[in-house]
């Protein structure tokens, strides 16, 4: 009887063996550890975009000081990057708009609106981006994006945007 404890024993093991699972081809993390695809769940994104290039410049909004359409350093860094971008897609359109705080009459405002997107347009082509494909228009003081009346609100509004238009 012991030989066929013995055996019954042996025998289990092997099978067992036998039927053990193989190790998996990618070993999971360890316990409070995970691994995060960053594009997983997010649509891909083409490249010459709106997307793209809101995801590769600095910023698409330059600003201003008020009553004024001088560019200072920081704005110049910003379109130096859309510049770059806007080179490696020569075939891009973009549409850079001006815009006012609140303050002053509604032409005062446009018509510093339209000198804004100007400059910015007139630093862009100095940088090598084509004049014919970067068109301005001027909002004023139409299309604020903060509502407040107080001079926080104010410098965010003193601004020029570029929208790519493809």
Not at 114 to 134: E, F, H, M, Q, W
């Amino acid at each position: 009887m012991a030989k066929l404890t013995t055996s019954l024993l042996i025998g289990t093991a092997l099978f067992t063996a036998a039927c053990a699972k193989k190790p998996p081809a990618v070993i999971p993390p360890p316990p409070g550890q995970s691994v995060v695809d960053p594009n997983a769940g997010q649509p891909s994104i083409a490249p010459g975009s709106r997307a793209d290039f809101e995801r590769s410049v600095t910023s698409n909004t330059v600003n201003f000081a008020l009553d004024s359409f001088s560019l200072d350093d920081r704005a110049r860094a910003i379109l130096d990057s859309q510049a770059q971008w806007l080179t490696r897609y020569p075939n891009v359109p973009v549409s850079l708009e001006g815009h006012c705080d609140e303050r002053g009459t509604r032409e005062y405002n446009l018509a510093l609106g339209d000198r804004r997107a100007l400059a910015a347009k007139n630093y862009l082509a100095a940088r090598g981006v084509a004049p014919g494909r970067i068109s301005t228009i001027s909002y004023g003081k139409e299309r604020p994006i903060a509502l407040g009346s107080d001079e926080a609100s104010w410098a965010q509004n003193r601004r020029a945007v570029t929208i790519v238009l493809n």
